[in-house]
């Protein structure tokens, strides 16, 4: 069944079975491997997307509740790597195997989106959904509240 | 970053001509770094003509910081521009490389000598092709961040335009090394290399292999361990919108599909029947009463010192415990996968593996082929842990290949099958007798060890993993015996991250504090008494002590410390913790390292945090319990681990000095568990002998 959506500001249309979840759309069929798969559960946030501007699972969101909205993956979060929460991120040096990051930026930019200049306690609330096996939840919170600095500064790099 | 180094010279063939030897130079390279990494920078470094300078990275890159910190060694030497400084994995070449994986927090360890070496020569070579240049002795040339320099005559060239010269010299041998105290990139926290790649998506990962053609499988395996497939039948799975074909394979029934998704529900819809083998009738209490009984059998000796009996039995003061740690999964972020192509004459794989060498021999195993008709390629690794010391998902992806030459798959195991058939961190059980004096000093400890072996060497030998963290504490207690006996229940074990240290130096450094009690000493005090010998372990712990004010802790707060000697570094730890009402709260945890000799002191203070959150979950969420031979947890929703809101505050003090290198990402792991609960005593008087620590058992 053929579904389009906007993809990263682009017409996306793609023939795959309705109730495909948008993650395997975006790896699978579309290449677009940036996404990551964690658990298939909605548990660990590796394949955090953002549904017309909203942080949303890519793993249980099926296809076909997509057509006609807007997804936006770490792909399309900025065209050079410039959105705040990538420029904090490359500052405070976060990622470290990474697998997890593009599922916590992602979280983070909308995060950021809703509230510009967030507590510790609204880090803790927005990012808790997001599994880090290395252990990067320190660097993670800096480079939020640095975001933020970034983001009120209009600052671009 | 995955460019083949072969490939990269055909298609660089007068443009990166640079340091590289031309194929029959290559050969007696080759020759040279037999049973070792090769002295060689033709293998490590690419000087462009455009003076763009690659290294050659040959050790996987799990989060651990080696594309960082190993061509931080190469430039250093090279005295290169680290600002121009790009990566590539390196192909797999143990003849060029020696034995390329990463395990045992080696990848420094053994890098540190033959990279400087490899950087050395590279810069000699290029000294030597200015000199014949300016027609002048080298000894009066300098190098400058990528130039030769005349200090005589202020001429300048840059290493790319003497590239060329440079690649027909002889590589040099013996060229001297930089004095440490002018190192300008080691010992600097220069930024990570990967981080840009890692924060805009376009990082490729194992799971992220992209070959044109590919179709996506997963494997359908039996859910006890050792059982097989005794029939199944095909035909729901195969009606699955998606799906392509149905397989058996050596491990289970592999269902292939145009998408994983569709892969997935194929095996939902799959029929099979087990012989679920005898570990079906496996469970978790049957294993801990099995450690016991066994831990009470004489064992395989690990170490005899003084007379254990004779001074137990006269001590002034006895202590009696046993002490139990449960199976590990190693869950990193990216579970297992593997893709594969697999031909008459040749196999490709694109694999997340720790072992680059041991993959590719497998893969020729499997297939029949010759190592060198096998190319592996190497990405990044969405964590490790020593979940990917072991190839099995690797093998699978190339039995699944096989049975359709020349497509190529990607086999993806769910979150459930990484959890349910990883190969675990033995559970462990230890029985320990130990005495003080009049004074209240140690003077007797025995440890008799019962769990499995997956390290094992001959019959009624010691494996060293079942014991270490406890036969090897440099304490100085003058009567010791500690033995271990193999038990082992059918469940798949391997290396965790820390090993046989993350279970035995909770044991060890937990009784050690039981005894500290019964003698009535201070804990910091106590070590520092046994420690006499061990003067970078004592110099860490009294760093750890001072830097968080031992003694002193924060209204409502309580402290527990723990060292350990693991990886060739010196670790000592004090967490501090409060604990309300039943509930546990990790409020500080302060580490104090010493690795030897500094490469990147930002990722040395990473890697001692990811350890601490690493063992964190281990001690304090979830663990692995066996019901029917199966695995009783799936996912985080059942095994839990550390969220950011459980961040402790970590502050991590590096002790330098100037001995070799040692490792670093395993360090910070073992001594969190014995600090917690240490901690934990402290608060409330409960000595926790089991991880993990559940609230239960605090009220």
Partial sequence: MAITFTLNGGRQTVDVHPQTPLLWVLRDTLGMTGTKFGCGMALCGACTVHLNGSAIRACI????????????????????????????????????????????????????????????????????????????????????HRAAEIKSSGVKA | MSVNRRDFLRTGAGLFIGLMLPESSRLAAQGRGRGGPALNPNAYIHVGTDDSVTFLITKAEMGQGTVTSLSQLLAEELDCDWKKVRTEFAPVDPALYGQQGVYGSQSIRSSWAPLRQAGAAGRAMLVEAAAQ?????????????????????????????????????????????????????????????????????????????????????????????????ASFDPTKAKAVPGVKTVVQVPSGVAVIGENTWAAMQGRKALEIRWDEGPVANVNSAGI?????????????????????????????????AVYEAPYQSHSPMEPMNCTAVVRADSCEIWAPTQMQAGGRS??????????????????FLGGGFGRRSSVDYLSEAVE????????????????????????????????????????????????????????????????STAVEGIHTLEYTIPNMYVDWRKADPGIPTTFWRAVGYTQNTFFAEAFLDELAAAGGK????????????SPRLLAVLNRAAEKANWGKPAAGRHQGVAVVNNIGSFTAMVAEVSVDKGKLKVHRVVCAVDCGHIVNPAIITQQIESGIVYALSASTKGAITIDKGRVQQGNFNNYDVLRIDEMPKIDVHIVETENTPGGIGEASVPPLAPAVANAIFAATGKRLRKLPIRQEDLV
């Fill in chain 1, 61 to 144: 969101t099926p296809i076909a509740s997509v057509a006609g909205k807007s997804v936006t993956s770490i792909e399309g979060l900025s065209a050079d790597t410039t959105h705040p929460v990538q420029q904090a991120w490359m500052e405070e040096d976060v990622p470290q195997c990474g697998y997890c990051q593009s599922g916590q930026l992602m979280a983070a930019a909308s995060l950021l989106a809703k509230t510009a200049k967030p507590t510790d306690a609204d880090i803790d609330e927005a990012m808790r959904g997001n599994i880090c096996r290395c252990g990067t939840y320190s660097q993670i919170r800096r480079a939020i």
């Fill in chain 2, 133 to 229: 240049k300016w027609g002048v002795d080298k000894a009066q040339l300098q190098t400058d961040n990528g130039f030769v320099v005349n200090p005589a005559s202020g001429a300048r060239l840059s290493y790319g335009s003497l590239a060329e010269a440079a690649s027909k010299l002889p590589v040099p041998a013996g060229v001297p090394l930089k004095d440490p105290k002018q190192f300008r990139i080691i010992g600097k926290s220069v930024k990570r290399l990967d981080t840009r790649a890692k924060v805009n998506g376009t990082a490729q990962f194992g799971l992220d292999a992209k070959v044109p053609g590919m179709v996506f499988a997963v494997v359908a395996r039996c859910p006890v361990f050792g059982g097989k497939v």
């Fill in chain 2, 288 to 320: 801990s009463k099995m450690f016991a009984e066994y831990a009470e059998q004489p064992g395989a000796v690990a170490k005899k010192s003084g007379d254990f009996e004779q001074a137990f039995a006269g001590a002034a003061k006895k202590v009696n």
């Fill in chain 2, 362 to 379: 497998a893969a020729a195993q499997l297939t029949g082929l010759k190592p060198e008709q096998v190319k592996l390629n190497t990405l």
């Fill in chain 2, 400 to 463: 699944v290949a096989k049975t359709m030459p020349g497509t190529p798959v990607k086999l993806t195991w769910s979150r459930e099958d990484d959890m349910q058939h990883d190969l675990y961190r033995p559970a462990s059980y230890v029985k320990f007798s130990g005495a003080v004096d009049a004074e209240g000093w140690p003077v007797a400890l025995s440890a008799k060890v019962a769990c499995p072996s997956f390290f094992g060497g001959r019959p009624g030998a010691v494996d």
């Fill in chain 2, 522 to 533: 201070d804990p910091v005090e106590l070590r520092r008494k046994l420690l006499g010998n």
